[in-house]
């Protein structure tokens, strides 16, 4: 069984950097083809991706935040862990992170998603 | 960057209906096309991989056809369950994911 969790502030204020952490049980990430995404959604608003690190290490990121952004991940402890820089009022959002498999051009496992309010 | 965009934003349906959301690329993604389901509150739920294949426990009444930059998401005989948000999502180039299209039952 998949799962995953998301962990982190629920408020952090504007420039700060918010550290958000993934954790994730029932399959390994160094699985071949397997990689965790984080994707985000404003209150009302639509799904955005992020980024997305792979089972060799490889790692992806949304072109309009990729100067913020760094995901990396902890093999032995099954975790991934975004970090945004310079939060605005404009990132507050539910993160979520999903499990993407091998074979899959979609993120088929998610976390129940944590949400950032950013705000001084 | 690819662009998805999705028409209808919303829409609204009865129970038994069949219900048809679009979703366009902006360059040929093949089939690298992924559709969501996501009801207030909940995560994101997979319908469709790969344009046309249905995830596992899905009900065969959702269905994805499509190629290149045109896709669409067909939901018949329409349950009221099915209310919802829907969301196409590329996996050709990085990810994007559409604006997403409201479906109301009436």
């Known amino acids: 069984q998949i799962t995953l969790k998301e962990s982190g502030p629920t408020l952090v204020k504007p420039t700060q950097t918010l550290t958000l952490t993934c954790t994730f049980s029932g399959f390994s990430l160094t699985t071949s083809g397997v990689g965790v995404g984080w994707i985000r959604q404003p209150p009302g608003k639509a799904l955005e991706w992020l980024a997305v690190i792979y089972w060799d290490d490889d790692k992806r990121y949304t072109p309009s935040l990729k100067s913020r952004l760094t995901i990396t991940r902890d093999t032995s402890k099954n975790q991934v862990v975004l970090s945004m820089t310079n939060m605005d009022p404009v990132d507050t959002a539910t993160y979520f992170c999903a499990h993407k498999g091998q074979g899959f051009g979609a993120f088929v496992y998610w976390g129940q998603g944590t949400l950032v309010t950013v705000s001084s | 960057d690819i662009q998805m965009t999705q028409s209808p934003s919303s829409v609204s349906a009865s129970v038994g209906d069949r219900v048809t959301i679009t979703c366009r690329a902006s360059q040929d993604i093949s089939t690298w096309l992924a559709w969501y389901q996501q009801k207030p509150g909940m995560a994101p739920k997979l319908l469709i991989y790969?344009?046309?294949s249905l995830q596992s426990g899905v009900p065969s009444r959702f269905s994805g056809s499509g190629s290149g930059t045109d896709f669409t998401l067909t939901i018949n005989t329409l349950q009221p369950e099915d209310s919802a948000t829907y969301y196409c999502q590329q996996a050709n180039s990085l990810y994007t994911f559409g604006q997403g299209t409201k479906l109301e039952i009436k």
């Open positions: 790969a344009a046309s």
